[in-house]
């Protein structure tokens, strides 16, 4: 379906027609009626598959009619991350490029002088707000922001903002709203607790699911069988065939990833870290030296499994197994986003990860293909048989047998 087939505003369209978008996604072409019509959602995409446009453009279309009062909060969009605010933040510039909507992100790791925007900006009465939970929640007790006209309320990421322990935030702020506003959720998945959610705060909500947790095909996904002590050498290996450019090594912990940028700066490659003790300025210089291409491979944790944005990333490179399947399909759907071609994923599973690997496969139903290790190069390796491993589970990104109590 063409956007223009759909009951938006000229001057959405233009801005639409500006930054090229023509083709709506299936995510945006069930949803964005049904927001327009008024009525509460939960919708349930995978990341990579144009959600963000699939609200933000409905609510730029009904506050540019101009029947929102001035000078208050007309719309709020809660993000679970700084990196998922800042993005959606972005878009929201970009597609009101034409429409005089304002908008102020909201979130934290920022130094005074940000505060202090931020804080104009809720008290001027900002037509969409994009904030972190708990950054919000600073600024309403000190009462510089007033959610008693919000007519939008959007939770993104619902599931991961639930895993990152924000439901009390959720709930308070949920509760500072009139009882005619709109409630939005979009999910990558949905568990029970996301359920019981959506049952609790929206108002028969129209419920649409896209693809749940499933990654694209267009991603070729493999992985090695190999010792723990055998990965870095893989890896080393792996960059010394082919010069990396565009690629994503995730680990779980800080001090893997710490240790890996090392090491593989060592090797002269051109690599940067991306964790949660880097300053938010720290943070956000990295992203653009990365975007821009003047950075190669960035090792990272989770923190940016989600809410990155961009395009042409070729490689994802998983140094350990993610604690949840969930997590792994975020992970490698950094790569061939949207429409933009084939990506390559690639997983090291040591011994100790293999029973949780199986789990990602079932979760997947399917066999990820397994790279034949040259012996001869890196020793023997062991077998896949993760049977055999089912006993250890994993603790905060490691590993530990079972212990009878």
Same mark, same amino acid.
């Given at each position: 379906m063409?956007?223009?087939e759909?009951?938006?505003?000229?001057?959405?369209?233009?801005?639409l027609?500006?930054?090229?978008?023509?083709?709506?996604?299936?995510?945006?072409?069930?949803t964005?009626p049904v927001?327009?019509?008024?009525?509460?959602?939960?919708?349930?995409?995978?990341?990579?598959? %144009?959600?963000?446009a699939a609200? !933000?453009l409905?609510?730029?279309?009904?506050?540019?009619?101009?029947?929102h009062?001035?000078?208050v +909060?007309n719309?709020i969009i809660?993000?679970p *991350?700084?990196?998922?605010?800042?993005?959606?933040?972005?878009? +929201?510039?970009?597609?009101s490029?034409f429409?005089?909507?304002?908008a102020?992100?909201v979130?934290g790791?920022?130094?005074g /002088?940000?505060?202090?925007?931020?804080?104009? %900006?809720?008290?001027? %009465?900002?037509?969409?707000?994009i904030?972190t939970?708990g950054?919000l929640?600073? =600024?309403i007790?000190l009462d510089t922001v007033?959610l008693? =006209?919000?007519?939008?309320? +959007?939770?993104d990421?619902?599931?991961?903002?639930?895993?990152?322990?924000?439901?009390d935030?959720?709930m308070?702020?949920?509760?500072?709203?009139?009882? *005619?506003?709109?409630?939005?959720?979009f999910?990558?998945t949905?568990?029970?607790?996301?359920?019981?959610l959506a049952?609790t705060?929206l108002?028969?909500?129209?419920?649409?699911?896209?693809a749940?947790?499933?990654?694209?095909?267009?991603i070729?996904?493999?992985?090695?069988?190999c010792?723990?002590t055998?990965?870095?050498?893989?890896l080393?290996?792996l960059?010394?065939?082919n010069?990396?450019q565009? !690629?994503? +090594?995730?680990?779980?912990?800080?001090?893997?990833v710490?240790?890996?940028?090392?090491?593989?700066?060592?090797m002269?490659l051109?690599?940067?870290a991306?964790?949660?003790?880097l300053?938010?300025?720290?943070?956000?210089?990295v992203?653009?030296?990365?975007?821009?291409?003047h950075?190669d491979?960035?090792?990272?944790t989770d923190?940016v499994?989600r809410?990155?944005?961009?395009?042409?990333?070729?490689l994802? /490179?998983?140094?350990?197994?993610?604690?949840?399947?969930e997590?792994? !399909?975020?992970?490698?759907?950094?790569?061939?986003?949207?429409?933009? %071609?084939?990506?390559?994923a690639?997983?090291?599973?040591?011994?100790?990860?293999q029973?949780?690997?199986?789990r990602?496969?079932?979760?997947l139903e399917?066999?990820?293909?397994?790279?034949p290790?040259?012996?001869?190069?890196?020793g023997e390796?062991?077998d896949y048989?993760p049977?055999?491993?089912?006993h250890?589970r994993?603790?905060k990104?490691?590993?530990?047998?079972?212990?009878?109590?």
């Amino acid at each position: 379906m063409r956007f223009d087939e759909l009951n938006l505003e000229d001057k959405v369209l233009d801005g639409l027609d500006a930054m090229a978008f023509q083709e709506t996604t299936p995510i945006q072409e069930q949803t964005i009626p049904v927001i327009l019509e008024g009525r509460d959602i939960i919708a349930c995409a995978q990341t990579g598959t %144009g959600k963000t446009a699939a609200y !933000v453009l409905p609510l730029i279309n009904e506050l540019s009619k101009g029947e929102h009062p001035d000078d208050v +909060v007309n719309a709020i969009i809660m993000a679970p *991350t700084r990196e998922l605010a800042q993005q959606i933040d972005q878009q +929201v510039e970009g597609f009101s490029y034409f429409i005089p909507v304002s908008a102020v992100a909201v979130y934290g790791g920022t130094d005074g /002088v940000a505060w202090e925007q931020q804080r104009r %900006g809720l008290e001027r %009465g900002a037509d969409i707000v994009i904030a972190t939970p708990g950054r919000l929640l600073s =600024h309403i007790k000190l009462d510089t922001v007033d959610l008693s =006209h919000v007519s939008y309320f +959007v939770l993104d990421e619902a599931d991961r903002m639930l895993d990152m322990g924000f439901y009390d935030d959720i709930m308070i702020l949920y509760k500072l709203l009139p009882p *005619t506003c709109q409630i939005i959720m979009f999910s990558a998945t949905m568990p029970p607790k996301i359920r019981t959610l959506a049952k609790t705060i929206l108002k028969n909500p129209a419920e649409i699911k896209i693809a749940i947790s499933r990654p694209p095909e267009s991603i070729m996904q493999t992985a090695y069988i190999c010792y723990d002590t055998q990965k870095i050498r893989i890896l080393e290996d792996l960059f010394k065939q082919n010069r990396p450019q565009r !690629v994503i +090594v995730f680990s779980s912990s800080k001090a893997k990833v710490k240790e890996l940028a090392l090491t593989l700066k060592r090797m002269k490659l051109n690599v940067a870290a991306m964790h949660s003790d880097l300053e938010q300025s720290q943070r956000e210089e990295v992203m653009k030296e990365f975007k821009n291409g003047h950075i190669d491979i960035m090792v990272a944790t989770d923190v940016v499994a989600r809410g990155i944005d961009i395009n042409d990333i070729k490689l994802i /490179v998983n140094f350990d197994i993610p604690h949840d399947p969930e997590d792994y !399909v975020h992970r490698i759907g950094r790569t061939a986003r949207g429409t933009n %071609g084939q990506g390559l994923a690639i997983t090291f599973v040591a011994i100790e990860e293999q029973a949780q690997f199986k789990r990602i496969e079932n979760f997947l139903e399917k066999t990820i293909y397994k790279i034949p290790i040259d012996a001869a190069k890196f020793g023997e390796t062991p077998d896949y048989t993760p049977e055999k491993y089912s006993h250890l589970r994993s603790r905060k990104g490691g590993y530990r047998k079972k212990t009878k109590k």
